[in-house]
């Protein structure tokens, strides 16, 4: 198995859903050095959109929030940041710098995101961490589940492909998860996961590397 690229993790993502990023060619998290200068352009395009009511700063760019997105109470967003048409923001979510959520996201309550994207439909519903991640469609995350993004002694990550160590050249990287996977409560994934379209993930359970399609890990 080689480093999936990004068509073969989300192969049904509708592309008319509110703003998108782009993914270059190659392995799937080449995605993630170019999302500050795809937010920026793309901000730059839309505008900023605020909304009384809600804790915003923009001290380090505009936030764009589209008028039929649902903000909940005690909602803290910090920009640049950009919330989708449909998209569902609850109760006491930290949306942090470059978090892209795309139409019909949801982030829920105590979840915080950083430097991510929640593709169209994707789900992070209680109580998660997403950092330096990537959510496909439909994707679910049971409560607690944490997508880990930095090595505790600060260096590259790397992930491993049937076993072989693989250079990400990335410094901050969490989890792309294909579209369609389930990940169970208090699941906790190590720096530089892929989980192919339609994973399972048990509760409880830690996992590392790349997974294909449709794989069951506990």
Same mark, same amino acid.
């Given at each position: ?15 008319? &859903? %509110?703003?998108?990023? !782009? ?57 640049? +940041?950009?919330?989708?048409?449909? +998209? ?6 930290? &949306? ?7 139409? %019909? ?16 439909? +994707? ?12 959510? %496909? ?40 998860? %294909?579209?369609? !996977?389930?990940?169970? !409560? ?30 069951? &890990?506990?």
């Amino acid at each position: 198995m080689s480093a999936p690229e990004a068509e073969e993790l989300w192969p049904s993502l509708d592309e008319s &859903i %509110g703003r998108q990023p !782009c993914f270059p060619s190659g392995p799937v998290w080449s995605v993630l050095p170019t999302l500050k200068g795809q937010m920026t352009d793309m901000l730059a395009d839309v505008g900023e959109k605020r909304r009384g009511g809600v804790s915003i700063d923009s001290s380090k760019g505009p936030v764009h929030i589209d008028e039929s997105a649902t903000i909940e109470p005690s909602v803290h967003i910090i920009g640049p +940041a950009y919330i989708g048409p449909l +998209a569902v923001v609850r109760h006491g979510a930290y &949306i942090r710098e470059f978090s892209w959520i795309c139409g %019909g996201a949801l982030v829920g309550h105590a979840t915080e995101t950083k430097h991510s994207i929640l593709l169209p439909g +994707a789900k992070a519903p209680h109580f998660n961490y997403v950092g330096d991640s990537v959510l %496909g469609p439909d994707v679910n995350l049971g409560a607690g589940v944490k997508l880990s993004n930095l090595r505790n002694d600060g260096g590259e990550v790397h992930t491993r492909i049937d076993g072989e160590r693989v250079a990400t050249g990335l410094r901050k990287f969490g989890a792309i998860l %294909g579209e369609g !996977c389930q990940l169970g !409560c208090n699941t906790v994934t190590n720096p530089g996961v892929v989980l192919g379209a339609g994973c399972m993930v048990m509760p409880n359970a830690t996992v590392t590397g790349v997974h294909s399609a449709d794989s069951t &890990i506990r």
